[in-house]
């Protein structure tokens, strides 16, 4: 049976987007068959074998089209291995509490849908850039400084993770 996984992502200003491609790239690496597409253009699960999703936290939420995903595709995602991330922190990447905080946000979004149980959960750095935000964020933003602290090594260490939990558990 050939392995084919959905790479599925929301995001806001492109960061999520960017980072579901490198993941993309890496889980083709280990010979697997990849798509990406946006979650909200995704219409059934039954071509894939597995399924990575990764949407933001902004606000204290996942990203509405994460959310809504997870309620439209439940059958399906209980019957397939799911895997998601989220990304989050923006500050120094060694600041635990950043990255604490973050993963309790999605934990406590993910604590309202009980029948989800990803095999694997995931906390990845953001990017925080102000020139891409359009009102009222740009008034509420303030002046913090532009930062993108995503870090692709990890990123790729992560997908080759995930490639042999996903490409395992449907084989
Ligand atoms: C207005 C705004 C609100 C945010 N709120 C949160 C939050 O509540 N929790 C968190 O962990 N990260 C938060 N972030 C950080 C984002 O998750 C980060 O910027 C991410 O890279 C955005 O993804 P995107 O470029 O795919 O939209 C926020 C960012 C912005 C700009």
């Given at each position: 049976?050939?392995?084919?996984?959905?790479?599925?992502?929301?995001?806001?200003?492109?960061?999520?987007?960017?980072?579901?491609?490198?993941?993309?790239?890496?889980?083709?690496?280990?010979?697997?068959?990849?798509?990406?597409?946006?979650?909200?253009?995704?219409?059934?699960?039954?071509?894939?074998?597995?399924?990575?999703?990764?949407?933001?936290?902004?606000?204290?939420?996942?990203?509405?089209?994460?959310?809504?995903?997870?309620?439209?595709?439940?059958?399906?995602?209980?019957?397939?291995?799911?895997?998601?991330f989220a990304l989050g922190p923006v500050h120094d990447?060694?600041?635990?509490?950043e990255w604490a905080d973050s993963r309790a946000q999605?934990?406590?979004?993910?604590?309202?849908?009980?029948?989800?149980?990803?095999?694997?959960?995931?906390?990845?750095?953001?990017?925080?850039?102000?020139?891409?935000?359009?009102?009222?964020?740009?008034?509420?933003?303030?002046?913090?400084?532009?930062?993108?602290?995503?870090?692709?090594?990890?990123?790729?260490?992560?997908?080759?993770?995930?490639?042999?939990?996903?490409?395992?558990?449907?084989?």
């Amino acid at each position: 049976m050939i392995n084919r996984i959905l790479v599925g992502y929301a995001t806001r200003y492109g960061s999520t987007q960017e980072v579901a491609e490198a993941i993309a790239a890496t889980l083709r690496t280990c010979e697997l068959e990849v798509e990406v597409h946006p979650l909200r253009e995704v219409k059934s699960l039954a071509p894939y074998t597995g399924i990575i999703i990764g949407a933001p936290l902004m606000m204290f939420r996942w990203h509405k089209d994460a959310q809504r995903f997870l309620a439209r595709h439940r059958r399906e995602l209980s019957e397939r291995p799911v895997a998601v991330f989220a990304l989050g922190p923006v500050h120094d990447p060694r600041d635990e509490k950043e990255w604490a905080d973050s993963r309790a946000q999605l934990e406590k979004e993910l604590a309202k849908v009980p029948w989800f149980k990803p095999l694997a959960l995931e906390i990845l750095g953001g990017v925080f850039d102000p020139t891409k935000f359009r009102f009222p964020i740009n008034k509420l933003a303030g002046a913090e400084p532009a930062s993108d602290i995503r870090d692709w090594d990890a990123i790729r260490a992560w997908a080759r993770e995930l490639a042999q939990e996903l490409g395992s558990a449907t084989s």
